[in-house]
């Protein structure tokens, strides 16, 4: 069982986006979802750390908060989550710096892009590719790339992604 916490705005679409995507994943591990708007509202320890975007509300850094993968936007905004304690952290936005982002987009499918390789987090080595997906019209890229981005984390292999 995976412990998942996600730090977004009060709207919560990568939680329900995720929450939908588990439920017709067929071989979903087990996952525990902490949902927060500021750091302060998660502690201890998790697998998984997703920032969804930089413009939430900014907080101190709990004592005792931690993780084994921090997934976080790769913007010089998100720069203070990244001093959350982890083993590895995943970026994802429009730079070439980042580990996930979008090599292209039309108004119903995006082509996703893994620039390095990817670990997950049951030590599975998901190399460097392009990932085509259709995306409902309403869902930007941001929200895209951080779903995807924890889908492929919890182990889901890119074959099989929607969203």
């Not at 982002?101 to 990817?118: G, K, M, N």
């Not at 492929?152 to 929607?162: A, I």
Request: hydrophobic share 45%.
């Amino acid at each position: 069982m995976y412990s998942l916490a996600i730090l977004e705005s009060s709207k919560g679409k990568l939680t329900t986006m995720l929450r939908d995507r588990l439920l017709t994943w067929e071989d979903a591990p087990s996952v525990v979802l902490t949902r927060g708007t500021q750091l302060s509202d998660f502690t201890g320890t998790y697998d998984l750390f997703a920032v969804l975007a930089s413009d939430c509300a900014i907080s101190p850094l709990p004592p005792d908060l931690s993780c084994r993968a921090l997934l976080l936007p790769g913007d010089a905004e998100a720069a203070h989550f990244s001093l959350i304690p982890s083993k590895w952290a995943v970026s994802f936005g429009l730079s070439a710096k980042d580990t996930i982002t979008v090599s292209s987009v039309a108004p119903d499918c995006a082509v996703l892009a893994l620039q390095r390789e990817l670990v997950t987090l049951d030590n599975q080595v998901i190399e460097q590719q392009e990932i085509p997906l259709s995306i409902p019209q309403a869902t930007g890229a941001q929200s895209v790339m951080a779903l995807v981005g924890s889908l492929l984390l919890l182990g889901m292999p890119p074959e099989k992604l929607t969203v």
